[in-house]
């Protein structure tokens, strides 16, 4: 810090208050943070969420989670392999790199979607299979 200007230390300094200030005052107030989560779960409770126990809408929420995470992971090649081809500078083994990176993420990307379609048309019906099963054996 001796190289840093008068300016630059005070400003330094007074951001390593803030963040230390910011720590120390999250375990301070820790209990309050679980009070406010333990509301939540009442309110939600009263609600009637989180009481979902079909098998099909856990899977179909499972299955979802997972093809989103794979859909941003695969933006985010796109993204790289833009970056890295713009970059490139006219350098034909960086090009072609980035063009194969880009086109594996489009295909990815296509997969993805179409899954995320497919499991979605099959969890629906696959809901109302064991909706209409259910009525017809309750008389």
């Given at each position: ?32 943070a ?9 309110t ?18 499972i ?12 933006l985010v090649?796109i ?48 809901s ?5 099963q ?6």
């Amino acid at each position: 810090m001796k190289y840093l200007g008068k300016r630059r230390q005070t400003l330094c300094l007074l951001v390593l208050l803030i963040i230390t200030f910011s720590l120390v005052g999250g375990f301070l107030f820790q209990k309050t943070a679980f009070a406010q989560i333990d509301e939540l779960t009442n309110t939600a409770k009263r609600a009637g969420l989180g009481t979902e126990t079909e098998v099909s809408a856990i899977v179909g929420k499972i299955i979802g989670i997972v093809l989103t995470l794979l859909g941003i992971i695969l933006l985010v090649l796109i993204i790289a392999g833009g970056v890295m081809w713009m970059t490139a500078g006219g350098g034909e083994n960086q090009i072609k790199t980035a063009k194969a990176m880009l086109r594996n993420a489009f295909i990815g990307l296509i997969i993805v979607i179409l899954a995320y379609a497919i499991s979605q048309f099959v969890i629906a019906n696959l809901s109302k299979v064991t909706e209409s099963q259910e009525v017809q054996s309750e008389p």
